[in-house]
């Protein structure tokens, strides 16, 4: 796995060989991502959610690319520890890794974002609440993007705020765009 731009781009990160529940994001799947973001979002100054944290890859990647506020949620122990020891190993400013239930996180959470991205376990029975649930909370800024990663067997066109979706291989990006003020 490897940061792929910015200040940090071509560094490798050697998560954990073990990972029961975690499936990283391709380094295509994230190129085509990151891609799309960086023609449509001005990283300085983004204030990022990173649901479902993982390895940290994406969050890593907003990092280097300039994003100043970062949060992750990751509930599993040895993958909170991970993100935190590396994200100490890249000297990160500003990037708060919280161990809690996303969901629950999500219920509690006061705070509202430039950018959410939420890769989750692809086999996650709740997974089309995740959308409802961002917009429900308000947890999107005006014009806030909420990406979610997912396979073909999940279809968010006609969600409310739903712009558009990519395919990249098996994994699919859906971005929704919150616009309160029309």
Not at 68 to 92: C, G, P, Q, W, Y
């Amino acid at each position: 796995m490897r940061i792929i731009a910015g200040n940090l781009g071509g560094r490798k990160i050697n998560p954990p060989s073990k990972m029961p529940y975690t499936r990283p994001t391709t380094d295509v799947a994230k190129e085509g991502l990151f891609n799309i973001l960086e023609n449509n979002l001005e990283f300085v100054d983004v204030k990022s959610l990173d649901l479902f944290g993982g390895t940290g890859s994406i969050s890593y990647e907003l990092a280097s690319r300039g994003a100043e506020d970062i949060t992750v949620v990751e509930k599993d122990a040895d993958m909170f520890e991970f993100i935190k020891n590396t994200s100490l190993h890249l000297r990160l400013q500003n990037f708060k890794v919280i161990k809690m239930d996303v969901f629950r996180f999500m219920q509690q959470c006061t705070e509202k974002y430039d950018f959410i991205f939420a890769g989750p376990p692809y086999a996650l029975e709740t997974i089309d609440d995740l959308p409802a649930m961002v917009i429900e909370k308000q947890l999107l800024k005006d014009k806030g993007w909420f990406v979610l990663e997912h396979t073909s067997r999940n279809n968010y066109e006609g969600y409310p705020s739903f712009v558009t979706q990519r395919k990249y291989g098996t994994t699919i990006f859906t971005i929704f765009i919150n616009r309160t003020e029309q």
